[in-house]
């Protein structure tokens, strides 16, 4: 692979609105040494013009998907929404590209094990995005388990709110989908999802789950028009499972967002002290986190300061920090070889889980994560 840099296509830019245009572009530019930006792809030539034109013209835009991965492009970055992942990641794979695709890496088990086996077949590298496991807390987190803070690990347990799914969204054209569950775009699949992908990033891999999800809010208010939507996406979401190596997990998202700050709250406790994660909501994988813990007879929880080498010169925003560490580890393996960024393999997994869930939520039965089914 040449060392100069990598030339990224986006698929799904909108300046200003979209969290290509959030979190991507700003990453990309963290790392230009690694990445430049060099085409986008939208809807229509049109709004990939403008897109363009809001770079400075410095990506050139193209009509479709397929004329986009017929050029030069080294990376695709698949930002749309999760119904259109299958078919823009296959298209990309197909012409030979690595992909950065966003999580969920499909609408299900099945989507996901397709795109792993072919992304293997072609011999690219495909990355997802559950980048709450490369942030700096988690990582730090995970270190000091290895490290014996907490001991043998006795338990865990998070409680979050979902930050969307409280009856209530800002406008149709770009939240409506998440409303309905067949879309794949849930808070089980998005915070949930993310929020586990940095748990087992952590602890390990959950064994057996039990579950209920449950939709409270039949319908929601549209803001900007006032009519009101109908609901089939789980707004409740209770897991408890066991962990490999037998400690118990428990989990509870619920729909919208807190009253305070406190809106994320996650303990470790094990046989020598304990750990908490605290955070505004419970999208893991961009909001600020806070890590503290206690040991011993301590009374009281301590803020843990998290190592200046956790700490890159990468953007301190977690919004964009996170996203940023994910394309650096991707240029990395892509230069020397490595896998260390999150894989199609790691998204597969994530989604059994997530699978298994779903299952175990509407048999009302304990289930093996590993007998999870698409």
């Known amino acids: 692979m040449t060392s100069q840099p990598l030339r990224v296509g986006i698929v799904g830019l909108q300046p200003g609105r979209s969290w290509a245009a959030k979190a991507h572009v700003p990453a990309l530019h963290a790392l230009s040494a690694d990445f430049v930006i060099a085409g986008i792809a939208n809807t229509t030539l049109a709004s990939a013009v403008l897109a363009a034109a809001a770079l400075d013209h410095r990506a050139r835009p193209f009509a479709s998907v397929a004329d986009l991965v017929a050029s030069d492009i080294d990376v695709v970055s698949v930002t749309v929404k999760v119904p ?12 030979g590209k690595h992909v950065y695709c966003e999580w969920p890496l499909g609408n299900g088990l099945a989507e996901a094990q397709e795109l792993a086996q072919l992304a293997k077949e072609k ?4 990355v997802v995005g559950t980048q ?5 807390e988690i990582l730090y987190m995970k270190q000091l388990i290895a490290d014996g803070f907490v001991g043998e690990v006795l338990s865990t347990t998070l409680i979050a709110r979902g930050g969307g799914w409280g009856g209530v969204i800002p406008e149709k054209k770009s939240h409506a989908y998440l409303l309905d569950n067949t879309n794949g775009a ?5 915070p949930v999802g993310h929020a586990l992908a940095g748990l087992r990033a952590v602890l390990g891999d959950v064994e057996k789950v039990s579950a209920v999800l449950a939709t409270r809010r039949s319908t929601a208010l549209v803001v900007d028009s006032g009519e009101k939507l109908p609901v089939t996406a789980p707004d409740q979401i209770l897991v408890s499972g066991v962990l490999t190596g037998g400690a118990p997990v428990s989990l509870h998202y619920r729909g919208g967002m807190p009253r305070d700050s406190a809106g994320l709250l996650w303990e470790i406790n094990g046989t020598e002290g ?4 605290t955070g505004p909501f419970g ?3 961009f909001v600020p986190l806070t890590l503290s813990g206690a040991r011993g007879n301590e009374k009281a ?4 300061t998290v190592p200046g080498d956790y700490q890159t010169e990468l953007p301190a925003d977690p919004m964009v920090g996170n996203v940023a560490r994910t394309y650096a580890r991707m240029a990395a393996d892509l230069r020397q070889g490595t896998r260390t960024a ?3 393999d790691d998204a597969v997994a994530l989604h059994r889980v997530i699978a298994a869930i779903e299952t175990a939520a509407s048999d009302g039965k304990t289930l093996d994560v590993g007998c999870a089914s698409a």
Do not use: E, W, Y
């Open 84 to 95: 259109h992942h299958l078919d823009v990641v296959k298209t990309a794979i197909t012409a």
């Open 301 to 304: 929880f301590q803020t843990l």
């Open 186 to 190: 849930t808070m089980l699949t998005i």
């Open 123 to 126: 011999g690219v590298l495909g």
């Open 342 to 344: 999150p894989s199609f």
């Open 283 to 285: 999208h893991l994988q």
């Open 274 to 277: 304990d750990l908490r994660v």
């Open 132 to 136: 709450a496991c490369l942030s700096p």
